[in-house]
């Protein structure tokens, strides 16, 4: 277990100025060069996917996980797509290893530009047969471990007077969801925290949005029976489940200076599922 981050080597295809080729060898600008990212829960689905292309965006990505070799792998796996990558391992429960992050970051790069919330579980559960202990813990690591993250890099960014956090909420957080009291309640939750931060620090140059994803074919899917994925598909009218990568987008283009005037939205990204 170590929380010393591992140090990419900086070298991609970006030159000094933040500029790459597109498919015609015309140079075409990374809308996210230079800047420093922190994405929680990286180690696999939607964070590994946003990892990713932050880093094909030009990003210094600080990829995080509560699962230490998976957060190196995912550092590894941006480093190897040419772009910079640290990979830390954090619990988001837990204030002192996420301090220890962000110092880190600091001593590396000496500034935080963007804090992706991500990290996050399910423990379904009907509300007759939930357990306080499934109850506690997807709001202690879902709803508490947001604001923990949150927390420890305001200072920073109110300091560089700029940053956009971004919160990973659901469609569960728009309209709630049969056996998912305790994760609808988180995700309502962080919605209610970005709009809170957006009023709070968008005088001071800080953006907060949250972005709902629908059904992504991640591994929290795993465990869904093939007959259930396919009515799952059914009811979405572009009729297939989200790729990670397309949640991945959205993150990278919000945190990016394209989305400039966009603070305290909510971002349903389903497929029109709710329709």
Not at 91 to 105: E, G, L, Q
Not at 210 to 233: M, Q, S
Not at 235 to 240: C, E, F, Q, S
Request: proline share 3%; with cysteine.
């Amino acid at each position: 277990m170590a929380d010393k981050p591992h140090l990419g080597n900086g070298h991609g295809k970006a030159n000094g100025n933040g500029r790459g080729k597109n498919g015609n060898g015309h140079a075409t600008a990374m809308r996210l060069a230079g800047k420093v990212a922190i994405i929680t829960g990286a180690g696999r689905g939607i964070g590994h996917a946003t990892s990713l292309k932050f880093g094909h965006e030009g990003a210094k990505v600080v990829a995080c996980d509560i699962n230490a070799d998976q957060a190196q792998q995912a550092a590894q796996d941006v480093i190897g797509a040419g772009g910079e990558a640290l990979g830390c391992q954090i619990d988001v429960r837990d204030p002192a290893s996420i301090a220890r992050m962000v110092n880190s970051v600091i001593r590396k790069y000496g500034r935080i530009d963007c804090l992706v919330n991500n990290a996050g579980i399910v423990q379904d559960a009907t509300l007759k047969n939930m357990s306080e202990a499934q109850f506690d813990d997807v709001i202690e690591i879902n709803l508490k471990g947001v604001y923990n993250c949150t927390k420890a890099v305001v200072d920073i960014m109110l300091e560089q007077q700029s940053g956009v956090i971004l919160n990973a909420s659901s469609i569960v957080g728009l309209y709630g969801n049969f056996g998912q009291t305790n994760y609808a309640a988180s995700k309502f939750g962080v919605i209610g925290m970005v709009k809170t931060w957006a009023r709070e620090l968008g005088r001071k140059g800080i953006r907060a949005n949250a972005v709902c994803p629908g059904f992504v074919l991640t591994p929290i899917l795993e465990k869904i029976p093939e007959k259930v994925l396919k009515a799952l598909e059914e009811r979405v009218p572009l009729g297939r489940l989200a790729r990670p990568e397309e949640i991945a987008n959205t993150f990278a283009f919000l945190a990016s200076d394209e989305a400039s005037y966009i603070n305290g939205a909510v971002i349903e990204v389903s497929g029109g599922l709710t329709l």
